[in-house]
């Protein structure tokens, strides 16, 4: 892999990793920018004791552009875009319209590809294991920033789940403290160690290979399963088998079988619905133990993938009980579910 460190017009940092050691990566943004300007800012809510970014210059980003004028797609044609050059592997830039920025955090946007009609699924296992090392890279470099508190890679996919840009990307953000879900596993991995001396992370794990119903696919370096109680319709936790805290520190026989397994469970989530199906909207998402916290050690790096589509044309909404009160109703037996996904395996 070589990594190309650039700026941008308005001063932002790009970054291109590329496959090729011998890529020159050269091009000038000949946009005309001003600087970037953001109003973001964290405030504590003081009934429940987290955080919400309050970021109004996001009213202004660029919403659902025609393909032709996607700013994620090379520079080409005398189109100007935020990736200068004609051609890329993957990139990585700091996002124009942050929710966390300066000392309240900082904000990435991860392009995986300079194919437009593409998804994350079409992408060779060559080019997957070029994101898992942006993903890597780009973990490392943030947990060195002082106002980082913890890293989170993850992607958002189809409109329904509120995706302005089509073009295949994901996002980066390094939150100045840990965030609420990380919290509660934290807690939760404490509370267990105290009462059982050992780790949760790999008792869950251990426990869904034993009982089987759930697993979706295993590995010699990875298993995934759906979760006993799972929030979302159809919903896969994705754990390397030897426990780390995060991604600069997986095992190379883990990095390498990961492209294989990511992929292919990408594709069943395609083909859950059936032939003829549009694709599956989803969220997928890294969860990395934070930095200088107690409890570090205890955490598992995992990646959690699920779709709010229920079935063929319905969608899962978070109404009263979820949105009211954080309690969810799932109409998909977590069993029915990867009973599903082991039947939509790869031919």
């Not at 995986?112 to 060559?126: G, V, Y």
């Not at 759906?226 to 030897?242: K, M």
């Not at 003829?276 to 050690?297: K, L």
Request: proline share 7%.
């Amino acid at each position: 892999m070589k990594k190309t460190v650039t700026r941008l017009a308005d001063g932002r940092e790009l970054i291109y990793y590329d496959s090729a050691d011998g890529t020159v990566r050269d091009a000038v943004d000949r946009r005309p920018l001003d600087p970037v300007s953001t109003s973001a800012e964290i405030r504590r809510d003081p009934l429940l004791g987290d955080a919400v970014a309050v970021a109004s210059h996001r009213q202004a980003r660029t919403y659902h552009p025609p393909a032709d004028s996607c700013p994620l797609c090379p520079t080409r044609e005398g189109r100007l875009s935020e990736i200068p050059d004609s051609h890329y592997d993957v990139a990585v830039f700091e996002n124009r319209f942050p929710s966390l920025a300066g000392d309240s955090g900082r904000c990435e946007v991860v392009c995986f590809t300079s194919d437009h009609d593409a998804s994350f699924a079409d992408l060779t296992e060559e080019q997957a294991a070029l994101v898992l090392a942006a993903w890597t890279d780009r973990t490392a470099a943030l947990s060195a920033l002082d106002q980082v508190t913890q890293v989170f890679c993850f992607e958002n996919r189809g409109a329904e789940i509120g995706v302005t840009l089509g073009h295949p990307h994901g996002q980066i953000y390094g939150y100045p403290f840990v965030t609420p879900r990380t919290e509660l596993m934290l807690r939760s991995a404490a509370r267990h160690r105290e009462e059982t001396g050992g780790n949760l992370f790999d008792d869950v794990v251990a426990r869904e290979e034993k009982e089987g119903a759930r697993v979706v696919l295993a590995t010699d370096h990875w298993i995934a399963y759906v979760p006993y109680a799972a929030h979302w319709p159809y919903e896969v936790h994705l754990h390397p088998r030897r426990r780390v805290p995060d991604l600069p520190a997986l095992a190379e026989a883990a990095r390498t079988e990961f492209p294989q397994v990511y992929l292919e469970l990408l594709r069943r989530f395609d083909r859950i619905f059936g032939p003829g199906e549009p694709p599956t909207p989803y969220i997928s998402a890294w969860h990395q133990a934070p930095f200088g916290v107690p409890g570090r050690e205890d955490f598992a790096l995992h990646l959690e993938l699920f779709t709010i589509r229920r079935t063929s044309g319905k969608l899962k909404f978070l109404a009263g009980s979820e949105s009211g009160m954080s309690v969810f109703i799932n109409d998909v037996p977590p069993e029915a579910a990867a009973q599903r996904l082991r039947e939509v395996a790869s031919e």
